[in-house]
């Protein structure tokens, strides 16, 4: 596949589901950026779900250019993130508000009040959630919801386990979550042991999910959500149910599939 190629692949009977495949890491953001840009315009007001980690970077500086361009407009965007860490201090480097600041809210034109980012210091977190929840409802609910994956199968913070939790609430991070996210502190100690994080149900109730994924690393994890079982010990298998949801991924996320392969 040449690199600025994307190739649109059958996931047989799952007729929600969508699944891309891109060439280049490149080519992969361009296209959730395209989708994203598309979806924000289709509205005059617009609630946008958004993630953070390396893989949607891309899409951010696809979307920021977009908008320089005045090709997208964000001035009646509002922006629900995932998670956040916690404790953690909005103004650390390592927060998600941080991250969300510096890859994208100040290079577009959004009002920054209408950006929305768990409180990573709150006191009380129980109470923290669900104002959360309660604000996502009131404002009518996320009309696209941008998810990345974790190499476990997670999305957001919603680590395997027994149960899909449905709300937003804390969760102990696995010793996976916290080995794959060391690569972005100084060391593995300094990564928060907790999180605030949307429950599945906020993720399932989005009208429109967009997933990027990009590495090996990602494969084993796509090929769950896509081609497994329905498990909680999957997370993101459950966007199997979902009636609108586009899985966009480079040919190494992507390698593990069935679908992929036969072709």
């Known amino acids: 596949?040449?690199?600025?190629?994307?190739?649109?692949?059958?996931?047989?009977?799952?007729?929600?589901?969508?699944v891309f495949v891109a060439g280049s890491y490149e080519a992969l953001s361009k296209k959730a950026a395209t989708i994203v840009a598309g979806a924000v315009s289709s509205k005059p007001t617009f609630m946008l779900g958004l993630a953070t980690g390396t893989s949607p970077l891309g899409l951010y500086s696809n979307l920021a250019q977009l908008c320089d361009e005045g090709r997208v407009d964000f001035s009646n965007v509002t922006t629900y993130n995932l998670d956040e860490y916690y404790p953690i201090d909005p103004e650390n480097d390592q927060s998600y508000r941080y991250f969300m600041n510096k890859n994208l809210f100040h290079k577009i034109n959004i009002d920054i009040n209408k950006t929305h980012v768990l409180n990573g210091k709150a006191?009380?977190?129980?109470?923290?959630?669900?104002?959360?929840?309660?604000?996502?409802?009131?404002?009518?609910?996320?009309?696209?919801?941008v998810l990345g994956i974790g190499n476990n199968g997670h999305i957001g913070f919603n680590e395997p386990g027994?149960?899909?939790?449905?709300?937003?609430?804390?969760?102990?991070?696995?010793?996976?979550?916290?080995?794959?996210?060391?690569?972005?502190?100084?060391?593995?100690?300094?990564?928060p042991r907790a999180a605030l994080s949307m429950g599945i149900g906020n993720i399932m109730t989005a009208k429109q999910i967009v997933l990027v994924a990009?590495?090996?690393?990602?494969?084993?994890?796509?090929?769950?959500a896509l081609e497994g079982e329905i498990t909680p010990w999957c997370q993101a298998s459950i966007l199997q149910l979902h009636p609108n949801v586009t899985f966009i991924l480079d040919e190494e996320a992507a390698g593990a599939l069935e679908v992929y392969k036969a072709v």
């Open 162 to 191: 027994d149960t899909f939790i449905w709300g937003t609430h804390r969760v102990e991070l696995t010793e996976s979550t916290i080995e794959a996210n060391s690569r972005l502190f100084n060391s593995k100690d300094e990564v």
């Open 214 to 224: 990009n590495g090996a690393a990602k494969a084993q994890a796509i090929k769950g």
């Open 123 to 145: 006191s009380d977190w129980e109470k923290e959630c669900s104002a959360y929840d309660a604000a996502i409802e009131a404002a009518g609910g996320i009309d696209l919801q």
């Open 1 to 18: 596949m040449r690199e600025n190629e994307v190739k649109a692949y059958c996931n047989g009977k799952k007729s929600g589901v969508r």
